[in-house]
């Protein structure tokens, strides 16, 4: 039972480019999100996916999309690459609402030059 | 202003002595409080939640405490160990919404 998984690990980009980070998870969950971590700053939701086929704006979401694959899946794409977005991305899952328990992936260190 | 305040934002101990973290909120009403453990280059694990109408809940050596008058939680670790050292996030959940805080750094020293 992995849990959730992200891949890749690190990122380096330069300004402009692409890149599509992605997460899973074994537990059968409906809900999955993403977040991002800055320093000095609590994590703040970019996107999330109550169920299988929907998918939410969070608290910042501009500069990215998301994919709900499949039940297992929920990717985040940068379609052109800024410096702001320098930060560590954490992908999580629960059970059905924001208000049960989140389990959290190992996160991805991506840099933007 | 954060809705969700930590203090202090690091602290160093020495092994085997205990510690208490705070936080403090301004959210109100809210549905759980949440305390997770944050190991460098690692994702938060969850240690506690408690719903507004619990004091106190404890896993292992680590006892969080609410008091809803005072909009305070702590999180009391025990007899501390080297493995504890990491960054403890407060967070609040209200109206679909996780509100984190900015987290405690602490460093237990051998």
């Known amino acids: 039972n992995a849990g959730v998984t992200q891949t890749p690990k690190f990122q380096v980009l330069k300004t402009g480019q692409s890149m599509t980070l992605q997460c899973a998870q074994d537990m059968n969950h409906n809900s999955m999100y993403w977040y991002r971590q800055d320093p000095g700053m609590g994590l703040r939701l970019i996107y999330y996916?109550?169920?299988?086929?929907?998918?939410d704006k969070g608290e910042v979401p501009n500069g990215y999309n998301v994919s709900r694959l499949n039940k297992r899946e929920f990717s985040l794409r940068l379609e052109s690459a800024a410096p702001s977005q320098t930060s560590v991305y954490f992908c999580?899952?629960?059970?059905?609402?924001?208000?049960?328990?989140?389990?959290f992936g190992p996160g991805t260190r991506l840099t933007v030059l | 202003k954060n809705q969700v305040e930590q203090s202090p934002q690091s602290l160093i101990i020495l092994e085997g002595k205990n510690c208490t973290l705070q936080c403090n909120y301004t959210v109100s009403p809210f549905s759980n409080l949440r305390w997770y453990k944050q190991d460098t280059g690692r994702g938060p694990v969850s240690l506690t939640i408690?719903?507004?109408?619990?004091n106190t809940k404890s896993n292992g050596r680590y006892t969080a405490t609410l008091d809803a008058d005072t909009k305070q939680s702590s999180l009391h670790i025990t007899a501390s160990q080297l493995s504890d050292s990491a960054s403890y996030i407060c967070?609040?959940?209200?109206?679909?919404?996780?509100?984190f805080g900015q987290g405690t750094e602490l460093s237990v020293k051998p």
């Open positions: 999580a899952s629960s059970e059905a609402s924001i208000i049960n328990e989140q389990f």
């Open positions: 996916s109550a169920s299988e086929g929907t998918t």
């Open positions: 967070v609040v959940s209200r109206g679909g919404k996780l509100i």
């Open positions: 408690m719903t507004f109408s619990e």
